[in-house]
């Protein structure tokens, strides 16, 4: 089972920024697709942004699109959330979330129910 950290989260004002780290210890990270998630206060899961297996696609939601880029370094086990321009209805527990892709085409996974690998969360506030 992959064991994934998340880190990055705090307080910041609207229109700020924040980086998000997921990271994991495993040699085979690269075949992993990875997605962000996030759960605001009351509301569900709902799916930020994603990125495939040695990071050929990456896709994100529309309320973040523009705003929000996923990358990943595979020799450093780690993808990043870069997050611009926040607004107070950013605000929410951030997951990152794993699923093993054995081939690197491209493939993207939108739905919590498709990854297996799951980190403990963020906190990420957005207020001023």
């Known amino acids: 089972q992959l064991q994934l950290v998340e880190s990055g989260g705090g307080l910041v004002q609207p229109g700020g920024s924040l980086t998000l780290s997921c990271t994991a210890s495993?040699?085979?990270?690269?075949?992993?697709?990875i997605g962000w998630f996030r759960q605001p206060p009351g509301k569900g899961r709902e799916g930020v942004s994603f990125i495939s297996s040695a990071g050929l696609t990456t896709k994100s939601a529309d309320s973040v699109k523009g705003r929000f880029t996923i990358s990943r370094n595979d020799a450093k086990d780690t993808v990043k959330l870069q997050m611009n321009n926040l607004e107070p209805e950013d605000t929410a527990v951030y997951y990152c979330?794993?699923?093993?892709?054995?081939?690197?085409?491209?493939?993207?996974?939108?739905?919590?129910?498709?990854?297996?690998?799951w980190g403990r969360g963020t906190q990420v506030t957005v207020s001023s």
């Open positions: 979330a794993a699923r093993y892709a054995r081939y690197y085409n491209g493939t993207l996974y939108y739905w919590p129910d498709e990854y297996t690998d």
């Open positions: 495993d040699p085979a990270f690269h075949y992993y697709a």
